[in-house]
């Protein structure tokens, strides 16, 4: 259940943003609580709502660079992110590691969960939760979408679903990280990135419910791992494919 919204004081057009989807602590900085996120980074909150120093929380939404009321912390999480009491959802499989041929992705690092570098993106496809509303991941709400970004455009591209996280290894120009278990490992149907090299999956749970296999327990209380492959044919490394970066969801009732 969600509990609260966050919202961030003097925000400026110029301010670098960025998206975050990340579990973490809430803890007790020198002048303000901070979220620690398990990337070992740290955002000022200026509103935690109903949560205390030493709660676990989740937060979805963006962030921006900007001077914060901790020394050190240079960016604050602001007033469309999503924070509630658990962690349904979690980004892993970055190319921060070395990829195929040395494909990292331009400008990786452990906070950047991006994909390796493809021919149109240097720094790697990502996939991600869309704000679309409350309670994501809800099966009933069905109001949680998913965007795939920095894609080749107009390229073939396929959503795998799987049971489980694997150690990473490469496939075609990148790596993969999700595999098979109880249900094997199912996917969407193909579909074309844009002429920006995106792709968008909206109403997401009755999508899945309706294009996948009966045998994955799309329902509540079932954690499941996503990854896209796509088409690269002058991919940096050679194979004329890539992926992207993987996504785990605990779906909600």
């Not at 452990?110 to 509303?133: K, V």
């Not at 094997?184 to 909206?202: D, K, N």
């Amino acid at each position: 259940m969600l509990l609260s919204l966050l919202t961030l004081a003097a925000l400026t057009p110029a301010l670098d943003v960025s998206y975050i989807a990340e579990c973490g602590i809430l803890v007790q900085g020198t002048n303000c609580v901070l979220f620690q996120a398990e990337t070992g980074v740290s955002y000022e909150i200026e509103d935690t709502g109903a949560f205390a120093v030493g709660d676990r929380v989740h937060v979805v939404g963006t962030w921006a660079s900007s001077a914060t009321c901790e020394p050190g912390v240079d960016a604050i999480i602001y007033d469309d992110s999503i924070l509630e009491a658990n962690c349904p959802v979690e980004q892993f499989c970055g190319c921060h590691h070395a990829g195929p041929c040395g494909n990292t992705g331009a400008g990786q690092d452990l906070n950047t969960w991006n994909g390796c570098g493809n021919s149109a993106h240097p720094e790697g496809a990502s996939i991600s939760i869309n704000l679309g509303g409350f309670n994501i991941g809800s099966v009933s709400a069905d109001n949680t979408d998913i965007a795939i970004r920095r894609l080749v455009p107009h390229e073939p591209f396929i959503l795998f679903v799987g049971s489980r996280r694997v150690p990473r290894r490469a496939l075609g120009d990148g790596l993969i990280c999700i595999g098979s278990g109880g249900f094997g490992l199912a996917r969407y149907p193909v579909v074309q990135a844009s002429g920006g090299g995106t792709v968008s999956m909206h109403s997401f749970m009755s999508r899945s419910i309706a294009s996948l296999p009966a045998r994955v327990p799309f329902q509540p209380g079932s954690t499941l791992y996503f990854q896209g492959w796509y088409r690269d044919p002058a991919s940096p490394c050679g194979s004329g494919s890539n992926t992207t970066a993987a996504l785990k969801l605990t779906l909600l009732p």
